[in-house]
């Protein structure tokens, strides 16, 4: 392998090092939940790391601190709180670890900032073992590698618009509207809540976030499955048989 080009790869994983050192070191740093309360103390939303509320409580007194007809919109008011909250720990997090002088290190062309080190080991490559890749006609190869390539710009497509996915308790009270990283919006059954114990309550709000993360769980799974069945491996395979030895492949 030509000396330039080892020399390019070390210098390209040096600096890959570094960024994954100042992320890691600004993550360590950062607050993984935060947590929130609506003006009135009636419920309170405590975060988890995906940004998804962790919990929804009601206090014990929430029918005292909010009417059963705002007792959803309380919902996200406290989550909008929590969020605040998380982005407070994180604008923190920015300033303590001095980011900028960190990024500023980084700047410029690969391998030219920092201190002189002794050159790093060339990175392995692992070979794939071509010895039983089944032989075919170029055409066919090469019509599965575009519609390959399609499948993967619609899953990009379907990734940049989020599913949407309703949660809901059993009897259908509670229904959480969440996306991945956010919830979207709370309602809560007026004539339902009216008279129900937080303890009801808070087992109505735990069963709609149950269901809306086991619903959000189940639409990224799909997209999952549809990408492994692209046979992306089988498919990269194929094509580095074809670089290594033309002439098999060639009628």
Known sequence: MDDEFIKGLQQFQQHALGLQNMLTDMQSRMSQGGEGTDAQGAVTVRLAP???PESIMAASDW?????PEAIGAAVGEAYG???SE???GWAQAFEDSDWQAKAEQLDGPIGKSGPASAPAAPPEIPERDLRYVVARPLDELAEDVLSAFDAVDRLEEAASEPAVVEGTCSGRYVTLVVTKGALRSCE???SWATGQSYLRLNQAFEEALGDARAKLGSAEAVAMEGLAGLRMDSLLD???AV???PKRFID
Do not use: Y
């Not at 029918?63 to 009417?67: H, S």
């Open 243 to 245: 670089i290594r030895d």
């Open 86 to 88: 998380q982005m407070a």
């Open 188 to 190: 809560v059954d007026r």
């Open 81 to 83: 709180a929590a969020m």
């Open 238 to 240: 194929e094509a580095l």
């Open 63 to 67: 029918q005292r601190r909010q009417g």
């Open 50 to 52: 995906d940004g998804l």
